[in-house]
């Protein structure tokens, strides 16, 4: 990251967007992840070892567990605490505290308890903050994006990442597409070397103008992750996938 400030003196990234504007986008965000469900604020799915909480379901592990993904939800806790918002009784230990349900038999198994109805009531009245969080964490991915880009694809990133974050509309797209595929920047998240993230969106875009950024994007972003699939090894089937990611980015044109 200092390298990155050092080499890009004036990044400039700070996204300031009404009240209403970030309400907007946070519950976007909300219908493309939960299918704008209060249940689906809840989510442990079939064969993940976590819990994912939140508009953007982001993730919680129990104690003892970790994975290749990035645990998200205790930090979305420590951001919203320090905005003053009421937390629930489950979450008032520690905001490092590990997920209370140790398997998804046994969160399933919670569902309709008080604990967890709090829980989905605190996400429901956190729908603006959760947002924000998504936002501050896309401030955080441009020095990393241009210190995983070549050198001659940085000017090039930044121009792009800055014309797409100017207005709510196109903001969203940069926020939901990070939340769903990633930064672009782990090597570990490359098929046959190449990647599927924001960085690998925003390097095959080249306009220079406001007029029709979303609509690029949205074309980018869809070749990006056909890309994706046509490299995946075979075994993991992952065409299944395409059609429904697809219908996701190009809710980027609407609205």
């Not at 993730?59 to 009421?86: C, N, Q, V």
């Not at 937390?87 to 008032?92: A, D, E, G, R, V």
């Not at 782990?186 to 103008?209: C, F, I, K, N, P």
């Amino acid at each position: 990251m200092a390298a990155t400030i050092a080499l890009w003196p004036h990044i400039s990234c700070a996204i300031t967007f009404s009240h209403g504007d970030v309400l907007r986008i946070g519950q976007r965000v909300w219908q493309n992840e939960c299918n704008g469900t209060i249940s689906g604020l809840t989510a442990w799915n079939g064969g993940e070892d976590f819990a994912s909480l939140g508009i953007g379901h982001f993730i919680w592990y129990p104690k003892g567990r970790r994975g290749p993904f990035e645990e998200s939800f205790p930090k979305l806790i420590s951001f919203i605490s320090t905005r003053g918002a009421k937390l629930p009784t489950l979450l008032l230990k520690s905001s490092e505290q590990p997920c209370p349900w140790n398997s998804r038999a046994e969160f399933l198994q919670a569902q309709h308890t008080p604990e967890m109805n709090q829980l989905r009531q605190f996400l429901v009245d956190t729908i603006d903050l959760q947002a924000e969080f998504l936002i501050a964490r896309l401030e955080g991915a441009l020095p990393k994006m241009l210190d995983e880009a070549t050198p001659a694809d940085r000017a090039n990133v930044q121009q792009q990442f800055e014309r797409m974050s100017r207005t709510p509309r196109r903001c969203f797209a940069l926020v939901d597409y990070v939340n769903f595929k990633g930064e672009g920047v782990l090597h570990t998240e490359r098929y046959q070397g190449q990647g599927w993230g924001l960085l690998q969106v925003l390097e095959s875009m080249h306009g220079a103008t406001d007029a029709g950024a979303v609509d690029e994007f949205v074309r980018a972003a869809k070749a990006t992750l056909t890309r994706r699939v046509h490299n995946a090894p075979p075994e993991r089937h992952e065409s299944r996938w395409l059609s429904g990611w697809i219908r996701r980015v190009n809710s980027y044109s609407g609205g």
